[in-house]
T-cell receptor, first 112, second 118 residues
């Protein structure tokens, strides 16, 4: 089975901190995604990557950056966390092209 | 940009009933993929069913089936003989293959919270 692992299930950070959310997949997938999930808004795409060191902005990239130095790992970085970044963050991966995405268990981030 | 709309924030039915969740999308593409994902209280997103736009036949997976109306850009999910374990958030998603070779962008709707009552 495909496994997508997010480093933390719950995280509490202070305003202004630099925050790293890590995601690792074990199936050699080319595509990896970061979403945030908020009630009533569904999943909104922050960034995605289709190869090592290749990244594309999603619909809401402001305040975030990403890193993909190795194929299996895709990191989401909050440069200076703010309270409006309190949310559920979901990582996903898929084998390109046109295949289903597999998701991690999510990280609930609270910025205080 | 592609958009996906789920107009039913919440639905509730009795066990064993049939329920239909609605989804509409907007795209100028001709070939694309549509998905329904399920997110139970455990938060783990699970693929329910997939439809390829070039296939006219509606996809089915056991008790789950879709009504794909390409001209109307509609993609509804029907759950037959609903079970307590079907209680979850359901998300409709559109796969945009994009302009970059190999890149694909998966866009989600707002979700429908479905409750199956005993």
């Amino acid at each position: 089975d495909v496994k997508v692992t997010q480093s933390s299930r719950y995280l509490v950070k202070r305003t202004g901190e630099k925050v790293f959310l890590e995601c690792v997949q074990d199936m050699d997938h080319e595509n990896m995604f970061w979403y945030r999930q908020d009630p009533g808004l569904g999943l909104r795409l922050i960034y995605f990557s289709y190869d090592v060191k290749m990244k594309e902005k999603g619909d809401i990239p402001e305040g975030y950056s990403v890193s993909r130095e190795k194929k299996e790992r895709f990191s989401l970085i909050l440069e200076s966390a703010s309270t409006n970044q309190t949310s559920m963050y979901l990582c996903a991966s898929s084998l390109a092209p046109r295949t289903e995405a597999f998701f991690g268990q999510g990280t609930r981030l609270t910025v205080v | 940009a592609q958009t996906v709309t789920q107009s039913q924030p919440e639905m509730s039915v009795q066990e064993a009933e049939t329920v239909t969740l609605s989804c509409t999308y907007d795209t100028s593409e001709n070939n694309y993929y549509l998905f329904w994902y399920k997110q139970p209280p455990s938060r783990q997103m699970i693929l329910v069913i997939r439809q390829e736009a070039y296939k006219q036949q509606n996809a089915t997976e056991n008790r789950f089936s879709v009504n794909f109306q390409k001209a109307a850009k509609s993609f509804s999910l029907k759950i037959s003989d609903s079970q307590l374990g079907d209680t979850a958030m359901y998300f409709c998603a559109f796969l945009d293959t994009g302009v970059i070779q190999g890149a694909q962008k998966l866009v989600f709707g707002q979700g429908t919270r479905l409750t199956i009552n005993p």
